[in-house]
């Protein structure tokens, strides 16, 4: 994938674990928001009662396979192991895990994504061989206990005007009510959690916000 089918691919990115469906099946969560409109699935089961060992490798299978029936790109959050066993097309790292560059050098065939908090992590992780940047919190959010100060928007901005010109996804907080806002501020597309996972029908969340984002 070239760097501009990867600024589509994130324009809505939906981010999930079981933890984050609300009892709700994750399965049928995805297919939902797949046929709502997602473009990209990033696996991230962390949290209370999230799945370990065989169970996460076997619904972690069964989401890879959906993703590739629609051909929506399957990243898993994290874990290198997980993402070489499932054949992910890619990984996603926050400052926390593994350095970029060894990941990078490590997975070679992967799209790698790197979260990124200001515009020196941002001018590393493309020092180190991203392929895109998270860039978060951009509002308030209880998905991520340990998320750090929300940044707004104007991160987005700062990261632009200071060079950053990588694939960009804006995260954290984010609904229909305030998508917009983070692609002005010139990211490609925004990672949602809760806002489709969480939602009564992830589908209509998904189109609702894929609408917003034409
Ligand atoms: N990284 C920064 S904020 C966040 C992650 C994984 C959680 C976003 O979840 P939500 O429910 O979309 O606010
Ligand atoms: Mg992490």
């Known amino acids: 994938m070239n760097s501009e089918e990867l600024r589509k691919a994130l324009r809505l990115y939906l981010v999930m674990g079981s933890p984050n469906c609300g009892g709700a099946d994750p399965y049928a969560v995805l297919e939902a928001a797949i046929a709502g409109g997602i473009t ?95 860039v978060g919190p951009q509002y308030a959010t209880r998905t991520k206990l340990d998320a750090r100060e929300v940044q707004g928007p104007a991160m987005i901005a700062r990261m632009r005007e200071g060079g950053i010109g990588l694939p960009l996804v804006g995260i954290g907080g984010i609904d229909a009510t305030n998508a917009l806002p983070v692609i002005r501020a010139g990211a490609d597309g925004v990672a949602v959690v809760s806002a489709i996972a969480g939602a009564r029908s992830p589908q209509e969340a998904a189109s609702e916000l894929i609408r917003i984002l034409q």
């Open 40 to 134: 990209m699935f990033q696996l991230r089961e962390k949290g209370a009662g999230a799945l370990q060992g065989s169970a996460l490798l076997e619904l972690g299978a069964r989401l890879r396979s959906l993703c590739a029936q629609h051909q929506i790109p399957f990243i898993v959050n994290d874990d290198e192991r997980l993402a070489l066993e499932l054949e992910a097309d890619g990984i996603h790292i926050g400052q926390e895990d593994a350095p970029a560059a060894a990941v990078r050098q490590r997975l070679k065939h992967m799209i790698v994504g790197v979260s990124a908090h200001d515009l020196g992590e941002a001018q590393s992780a493309l020092a180190e061989g991203a392929d895109y940047l998270g």
